[in-house]
């Protein structure tokens, strides 16, 4: 096309040796987030069947249709389901997005839960968990978690387990599996992306978009006696 510059490749052999050690370089830092979560995370993820007993599960939220959740959400709550029949774990902390009066995630959350026979007083919602980074602090400074069971997809798992030991939360994850369509693809594309700022927010440790006050919720679920056998 006219009016377009190609960028010339350097006349040198010095130059040219530059350029593909920035070239290196790039792909190297663009990995190492990967890398990171990867490294940090490779003994932390288990089944349903072989993950460690914890006290608390945390879930996250993954969207509503018609104030519902979606496929995927409804999978994560269907294993943190699961978890809790088997005694792995004895209280569900759902952490989702509540920014908009009419759209409520924890809310929903807590429902399909208890359409699944998990007592209502077994589940602590986190209304503020606008991203994942957010839920793991949250988890910890808000509802004084120190060890949990997280749930989401397997493309997800490694960076939530990641992110909540940088947020101080001792985790193992349970990764859901999905087939392999448009939707799964996307969210594995979109962990590349989201694998830097996860990076970023482990290293700078940035105050959660709200923090509030401290609250008992996760304290009083595990002190009352579990009355559904």
Not at 15 to 21: H, M, N, P
Not at 198 to 208: F, G, I, N, V
Request: proline residues 5%; charged residues 25%; contains cysteine.
């Amino acid at each position: 096309m006219r009016g377009v510059r190609l960028p010339r490749l350097p006349r040198t052999t010095r130059g040219r040796r530059r350029a593909v050690q920035a070239l290196m370089l790039g792909a190297v830092l663009a990995l190492a987030p990967a890398t990171w979560m990867r490294v940090t995370t490779e003994d932390r993820l288990h089944t349903t069947a072989d993950v460690p007993a914890q006290d608390v599960a945390v879930v996250f939220g993954a969207g509503l249709w018609n104030g519902r959740p979606t496929p995927y959400l409804a999978h994560r709550l269907d294993t943190a389901a699961e978890l809790y029949r088997a005694g792995k774990v004895k209280v569900l902390l759902v952490t989702g997005d509540n920014s908009r009066t009419e759209y409520d995630e924890p809310s929903a959350m807590r429902a399909y839960l208890a359409e699944r026979g998990v007592p209502d007083d077994r589940v602590v919602s986190d209304y503020a968990g606008f991203d994942t980074w957010d839920s793991c602090v949250r988890a910890k400074k808000i509802f004084g978690v120190d060890r949990a069971v997280l749930v989401t997809q397997d493309f997800h798992i490694k960076r939530a387990v990641a992110l909540c030991g940088a947020a101080g939360v001792e985790s193992y994850g349970v990764g859901v599996g999905e087939p392999k369509d448009a939707t799964w693809y996307y969210g594995t594309t979109r962990e590349l992306a989201a694998a830097g700022k996860a990076a970023l927010d482990a290293a700078l440790r940035p105050d959660p978009h709200f923090l509030g006050e401290r609250e008992d919720g996760v304290t009083k679920a595990l002190a009352a006696p579990r009355t559904d056998g």
